[in-house]
């Protein structure tokens, strides 16, 4: 569920259109699988990648995280807690992975980071704007309105003074989740 | 880690990239830095060059064996950064990219550009840090 103006239907449709564009892909873009890979199964190169992701952000008004989720085990718990010294994935960082990707298959230990983004699905994709959606505020952080529309049922806006709605960025929400699911699981202690 | 010698390379489809950035303008911004954006519409033609820096971007990751972000526009394209200030273009590297260089002990690294038809062609080479 992204939030109450923008349904799960809509987060679907919205990953498979930017997909369908960024991958110039001539099928009905309802049609694209949501567990394909995106890379192996769809075509699509790191410059689609990008793309895709930069039209997400505009069709939805958000910021998804432009740092990886590695990134951030390195920062919030110290260098080499997902990387090890000669590049590899930690343990800890492919338990991470598993459970911020939805477990996909393929993800082991010791595999480099350069690996991961085959592994990327359409699911994963929808996965990352449902966390920012999931995260609209109670009320407008421009006017202080709690009118939430959303005429075109993606992008949300306030109704009384017509801002885009002002979510948090995925980096921070990535964050915070990552805290959570560390602690939770024992992760990055020793 | 003596010894250690690390090889990347990148082909870029000039009229691939040109059509992504044209087709969705906040693309050029989020790939390449503000220098390397001047550099490239002092051009008569930018594409060849927006599409070698490009090529260089990736083939400083492949080196690195580091992925893209899986989540969204990986902050870190904006760390590599190309730049020609008299003949040989050179990297500058900065940030996480930076500090994932030295964490492998590498040095700032050597970089190639070539371009020919539709493709531009970035090759990388770091050594150990001397
Ligand atoms: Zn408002």
């Given amino acids: ?190 | 880690m003596s010894g250690v010698l690390r090889h990347g390379v990148d082909l870029v489809h000039v009229p691939a990239l040109r059509a992504a950035v044209e087709g969705n303008p906040a693309l050029e911004a989020g790939l390449f830095t503000e220098g390397e954006r001047a550099y490239a519409h002092a051009r008569p033609d930018p594409w060849p060059h927006f599409a070698a820096r490009f090529a260089a971007k990736e083939a400083v990751l492949k080196a690195l064996r580091r992925g893209l972000s899986t989540e969204g526009p990986d902050a870190a394209l904006h760390e590599i950064e190309v730049v020609r200030e008299h003949g040989a273009p050179r990297l500058v590297l900065t940030g996480r990219i930076a500090r994932a260089v030295e964490r492998l002990g590498l040095d700032a690294g050597a970089l190639s550009l070539s371009h020919a038809g539709d493709l531009a062609l970035a090759s990388v080479v770091f050594g150990a840090r001397p």
């Fill in chain 1, 1 to 190: 569920m992204g939030n109450a103006l923008v349904s799960e239907a809509r987060i679907v449709e919205e990953v498979q259109k930017a997909l369908a564009k960024s991958l110039r892909r001539k099928e009905d873009p309802a049609s694209i699988r949501l567990d394909a890979s995106v890379m192996e199964d769809l075509g699509g190169t790191s410059l689609d990648f990008l793309d895709l992701t930069f039209r997400l952000e505009q069709a939805f008004g958000i910021r998804l995280a432009h740092t990886t989720i590695l990134d951030h085990v390195e920062e919030t718990f110290g260098e080499g807690k997902a990387i090890d010294g000669s590049g590899a994935l930690t343990k800890d960082a492919v338990e991470v992975l598993k459970d911020r990707m939805g477990s996909p298959d393929g993800l082991s230990v010791g595999m480099y980071s350069d690996e991961v983004p085959r592994l990327v699905t359409p699911n994963t994709l929808a996965r990352g704007v449902r966390e920012i959606l999931a995260a609209l505020p109670p009320a407008c952080t421009h006017c202080k309105a709690a009118q939430w529309t959303s005429p075109d049922g993606a992008k949300v806006k306030c109704g009384a003074c017509g801002k885009d709605a002002a979510y948090p960025d995925g980096d921070s929400l990535a964050k915070a989740w990552l805290e959570k699911v560390a602690k939770e699981k024992g992760l990055f202690a020793g």
